[in-house]
């Protein structure tokens, strides 16, 4: 499984809110509801936080195995 938990850590960390994602730089709140619900996402979104952020893929989203698929 996929989470975003990390997300809205570095979101803090960058001292950059929700609110000021989507006014400012235009990511829609549907695709941060889908992020905050784990959701899957396009990898152009996951992009662009990442530019947004100037951060590392591994500082917004992490796999976490699940013990019940394997």
């Given at each position: 499984m996929?989470?975003?938990?990390?997300?809205w850590v570095t979101?803090?960390?960058?001292q950059i809110s929700q609110y000021k994602l989507i006014k400012d730089y235009?990511?829609?709140?549907?695709?941060?509801?889908?992020?905050?619900?784990?959701?899957?996402?396009?990898?152009?979104?996951?992009d662009r936080l990442c530019n947004i952020?100037?951060?590392s893929i591994e500082d917004i989203m992490?796999?976490?195995?699940?013990k019940d698929e394997e």
């Open positions: 996929i989470k975003f938990d990390r997300l979101l803090k960390e960058k235009g990511i829609d709140y549907a695709q941060l509801h889908r992020l905050r619900h784990n959701m899957v996402v396009k990898t152009p979104i996951l952020l100037d951060c992490e796999v976490v195995i699940d």
